[in-house]
């Protein structure tokens, strides 16, 4: 791997993104969280908005998880969420090792060990908030990350332990020769994110194209990696709307543990429960909704009722879902 070419690349043609404009782990860790799962485009929105509210560990902690979910409504895989001020919780607790401050090597002999050991953060995460906040060189491993490596070895299934090791070994080099490690990671992913992408690589742009096995190879570069099978489960389920006279619906907070955990909504029943059918005889079949996530398809019958009392669902935090489900047991 060309490591000034890289470097010299990233810094001419990397888009620019307001996280990239900051050192404050807060923001950088709200970014790679949000980044997760969120494409980048939506996710900056996303990314302001929070911030702009909680520019702080501690104003997250202080704030209920109502409000956060409310902010994050639209983003998806709301977990997320729940585990970030879960976060905020937990090293704000006064009780707890963190002192009110995220890891940090002014107080920690192991940055990344450390961020590991907060609620809902992994290997890329903790390596990616030390290394682009605190400039430990601790290589990332994400998708865009593999993708890169498997095309500059040329390898279909490249195991987790060899792209882990090879892309420190990459931040070692880079580190050798005064590439910052937080521009490093941050080249390695970009180049996978914007040239070395899955279907249509540009290979005559890429910085490191002549040490790349991938690009003259028979089978072409998008051959690497191999891509994984994906098994998808459907589940058919009902909605449970029930309305009260001035069409506002009864909603329910789901528990943390639950799917869609902390937000609101109506109730959801197996669509082979047994208690379908008494559920059915007070209430309308108004439509169906189908609503796809990582590995799952819901198939959801709307079915409407009547209640005395309903709410506003703008004044609740919903999912996407829901609020397909509410705007079809409306329209009905």
């Given at each position: 791997?060309?490591?000034?070419?890289l470097?010299?690349?990233?810094?001419?043609?990397s888009?620019?993104?307001p996280w990239?404009?900051?050192?404050?782990?807060?923001?950088?860790?709200?970014?790679?969280?949000l980044?997760?799962?969120?494409q980048?485009a939506?996710g900056?929105?996303?990314?302001?908005?929070?911030?702009?509210?909680?520019?702080?560990v501690t104003s997250?902690?202080e704030?209920?998880l109502?409000?956060v979910m409310?902010l994050w409504?639209g983003a998806?895989?709301y977990?997320?969420g729940r585990r970030l001020?879960?976060?905020?919780?937990e090293v704000?607790?006064?009780e707890?090792?963190w002192?009110?401050a995220?890891p940090?090597?002014?107080?920690?002999d192991?940055?990344v060990?450390?961020f590991?050991?907060l609620?809902?953060i992994?290997?890329?995460?903790?390596?990616?908030v030390?290394s682009?906040a605190h400039?430990?060189?601790a290589a990332?491993v994400?998708?865009n990350?593999?993708?890169?490596?498997?095309?500059?070895?040329a390898t279909v299934?490249?195991?987790?332990?060899?792209?882990?090791?090879?892309?420190?070994?990459w931040?070692?080099?880079?580190h050798?020769?005064?590439?910052?490690?937080?521009?490093?990671?941050?080249a390695v992913?970009?180049l996978?994110?914007t040239?070395c992408t899955?279907?249509?690589?540009?290979?005559?742009?890429?910085?490191?194209?002549q040490g790349?096995?991938?690009r003259?190879?028979?089978?072409?570069?998008?051959?690497?990696?191999?891509?994984?099978?994906?098994?998808v489960?459907?589940?058919?389920?009902l909605?449970l709307v029930?309305?009260d006279a001035q069409g506002?619906?009864?909603l329910f907070q789901?528990?943390?543990?639950?799917?869609?955990?902390?937000?609101?909504?109506p109730?959801?029943?197996?669509?082979?429960g047994?208690?379908v059918?008494h559920e059915?005889?007070?209430r309308?079949?108004?439509?169906?909704?189908?609503h796809?996530?990582s590995?799952r398809?819901?198939?959801?019958?709307v079915?409407?009722?009547q209640t005395?009392?309903?709410?506003?669902?703008?004044?609740k935090a919903?999912?996407t879902?829901d609020?397909?489900v509410l705007n079809?047991a409306k329209?009905?």
């Amino acid at each position: 791997m060309n490591v000034k070419a890289l470097a010299r690349w990233y810094a001419n043609e990397s888009r620019d993104l307001p996280w990239r404009a900051t050192s404050d782990p807060w923001a950088i860790l709200l970014s790679e969280v949000l980044l997760q799962q969120t494409q980048v485009a939506r996710g900056i929105g996303y990314w302001r908005r929070i911030l702009n509210r909680f520019p702080t560990v501690t104003s997250m902690a202080e704030a209920d998880l109502d409000e956060v979910m409310h902010l994050w409504q639209g983003a998806g895989y709301y977990a997320r969420g729940r585990r970030l001020h879960a976060l905020a919780v937990e090293v704000c607790d006064p009780e707890g090792p963190w002192n009110g401050a995220l890891p940090s090597p002014s107080t920690s002999d192991d940055t990344v060990a450390d961020f590991q050991r907060l609620p809902g953060i992994g290997p890329y995460t903790a390596a990616a908030v030390a290394s682009i906040a605190h400039e430990v060189p601790a290589a990332v491993v994400d998708g865009n990350v593999r993708r890169v490596v498997a095309r500059q070895t040329a390898t279909v299934q490249p195991t987790a332990g060899d792209v882990t090791s090879l892309a420190q070994a990459w931040m070692d080099g880079a580190h050798e020769r005064n590439v910052a490690p937080s521009v490093w990671n941050q080249a390695v992913m970009e180049l996978g994110a914007t040239v070395c992408t899955p279907r249509a690589p540009t290979c005559s742009a890429c910085p490191v194209q002549q040490g790349c096995m991938a690009r003259d190879h028979t089978n072409g570069p998008t051959a690497f990696p191999a891509p994984a099978k994906r098994r998808v489960i459907t589940e058919r389920v009902l909605a449970l709307v029930d309305v009260d006279a001035q069409g506002r619906p009864r909603l329910f907070q789901r528990p943390t543990e639950a799917r869609f955990g902390g937000l609101w909504g109506p109730r959801y029943l197996d669509a082979n429960g047994p208690e379908v059918a008494h559920e059915c005889e007070r209430r309308t079949k108004v439509g169906e909704v189908v609503h796809l996530l990582s590995h799952r398809r819901l198939e959801i019958e709307v079915w409407v009722g009547q209640t005395e009392h309903g709410v506003d669902p703008a004044s609740k935090a919903i999912s996407t879902l829901d609020e397909r489900v509410l705007n079809l047991a409306k329209g009905g």
